[in-house]
């Protein structure tokens, strides 16, 4: 985006109502810088994964603004807002009956690249995600194991090379240690892309790992956005909690060394 | 006259009545998956509607068949031909299983694939014909799979109002009390029921092979 505007994704006054009713979310302000990585840290329905769909607007907020590269999501082309935003969730959603590779090629597809454009970008951003295009690209999804769908998913989401990437709790299904693994190579992948990612977790060394900045969530209000090493140093009531569990597991590790 | 020789001798009547048969059969289907089928997506849209449709088609399948060709008699233009009046009758009791397993079908995609679909940009029109349908389709196939057995038995009723068929051979057979006539509709009837059965079954399977 050349004519940029500072932030890649803005918050202006933001509630969102489930119904008309229940408030999810309440008087939310927040800029996303264009390139950083922002994790929205939080429980379990402090209002992150909502936060996130409001962005491509799975969801539609009941008052304020959200502005996707400077226009409200509101005046974008819902279809052209979502193509322009790349979207990795937790069970990777990949299509069953569609190869990874076709996976992969899903929205260059619908945004009828050539085919020759196609397969050589299928290839690189499976290369990018550390799966061998020759040994991956014609399984099924169910021919893969947790990790290697997980990559599918994220593949898929960077194949349209966007200028947004969305990520819900992309690698909370997997196991330690090829979670530990994943996030390594996203930390890897993130060097190379100029990518504003806007990533949800509910773990706290996660958050303090792949993020530039973190969001901190609590009942649909945002409570502080730090960059990891300020969370650590916080004295701010609502992070303690987070700031605790990680010590703890710190702890454990000091002591067993 | 022992059996095969009485099938040899009526052999032109059995092949018209089988062809009388499966012509009731497949336009009765043809116009269930027609109908069925959209009403199925719309469903599936508009859950709303569930209980009204399902519920409606329900009690239609109450209905039985000799007294739902009854009832349909006085209906203008449909009455005034008992062909016609056979596969509405047909249609409508091929209906419910098309339409449920439609819905059925669609509303099994798992949340996540959805999900992922559409907040990728895909059209209403693209989750359905790339996502919703596909994964929906042996299901639906097996919808129809059950419907067609069902109408190919349903339709031997059929005969009871004049509209061919090989319930042709059963009533009269009854009539007559000789087994033959009644094993000349019957035995045709069962094979084209098992047919169906096994080739639909085949399509469906392969359905579920592709898609894993």
Known sequence: MNDSPAAAIEFVDVTYRINGNRTLISDLNLSVRRGETLMLLGRSGSGKTTTLKLINRLLAQSEGKVLVDGRSTTEWDVIQLRRHIGYAIQEAGLFPHYTVEDNVALVPRLERWDAARISARVREVLHLVGLPYDEFAQRYPDELSGGQRQRVGLARALAADPQILLMDEPFGALDPITRAEIQHEFMQLKKTLQTTVVFVTHDVAEALLLGDRIALMDSGKIKGVFAPAEFLRSPDDSVQPYINAFRATQHILDSGA | ?212
């Open chain 2, 1 to 212: 006259m022992p059996l095969p020789d009485f099938f040899v001798a009526h052999k032109h009547e059995m092949l018209t009545l089988t062809g009388e048969h499966l012509w009731l059969v497949g336009v009765s289907m043809v116009l269930a998956v027609a109908i069925g089928v959209p009403l199925g997506i719309f469903l599936s849209r508009r859950p709303g509607w569930n209980s009204l449709i399902l519920g409606a088609n329900n009690i239609m399948q109450t209905i039985p068949s000799l007294a739902l060709f009854g009832l349909l008699l006085p209906v203008p233009w449909i009455g005034a031909r008992a062909d016609r009046l056979a596969i509405l009758a047909l249609t409508l009791y091929a209906l419910l299983p098309v339409v449920r397993n439609t819905y059925t079908g669609i509303a099994g995609v798992d949340a996540p694939v959805r999900e992922a679909a559409i907040g990728m940009g895909l059209t209403p029109r693209q989750l359905l014909w790339q996502v919703e349908l596909p994964l929906a389709s042996n299901v639906i196939v097996a919808g129809i799979r059950t419907a067609t057995v069902i109408t190919v038995g349903v339709a031997t009723i059929a005969a009871a109002i004049g509209a061919g068929g090989l319930g042709e051979f059963i009533f009269r057979g009854l009539a007559m009390v000789d087994n033959n006539v009644i094993l000349a509709g019957a035995i045709p009837a069962a094979l084209m029921a098992l047919s169906a059965d096994f080739l639909l079954g085949l399509i469906q399977r392969s359905l579920v092979r592709t898609h894993h």
